[in-house]
């Protein structure tokens, strides 16, 4: 089994930063937050972002899928009590000449070997889509 480490500071009453290996990231955990680094459900979303950008890096070779660029957008809903996400909407948009057979090849294998989103989809809504960028 794989494992992960990570650590969190509080820098001031706005913001804390995490740390791991050689990286780090900012947080804006103070309660009126900060425009210039990450709240925590924005942190989850890059990481849905990241997983799904890393399993295409994954799979487009065992694919011999040609892409040129992948942008993921997303969007979370929150509800206030108890405080959850409850659904993750994302677009995966990929710069390709690929058929729609294919696009949807890859959109499937990102989907089945997320270890971030196959984790959040146990606990909220995640669906989306997959285009051409145009």
């Known amino acids: 089994m794989l494992e992960y480490s990570v650590s969190a ?10 740390r791991t290996k050689d990286a780090q990231i900012r947080l804006a955990t103070g309660l009126s937050g900060t425009a210039d680094a990450f709240n925590p459900a924005e942190l989850l979303l890059a ?16 694919l011999d899928f040609s ?12 509800q206030d009590s108890p405080p959850l996400i409850v659904s993750v909407d994302y677009e995966l948009v990929v710069e390709t000449d690929e058929t729609d057979q294919r696009l949807e090849l890859l959109h499937k294998n990102v989907r089945k ?22």
């Open 9 to 18: 500071q509080r820098i001031d009453q706005r913001e804390s930063v995490a």
């Open 47 to 62: 990481a849905i972002a990241a997983c799904m950008i890393k399993g295409i890096e994954r799979v487009t070779p065992l």
């Open 67 to 78: 892409l040129n660029g992948v942008e993921v957008h997303l969007h979370a809903v929150r």
């Open 113 to 134: 070997y997320g270890t971030i989103s196959n984790t959040i989809a146990l606990s909220a809504r995640l669906e989306g889509t997959i285009r051409r960028k145009s």
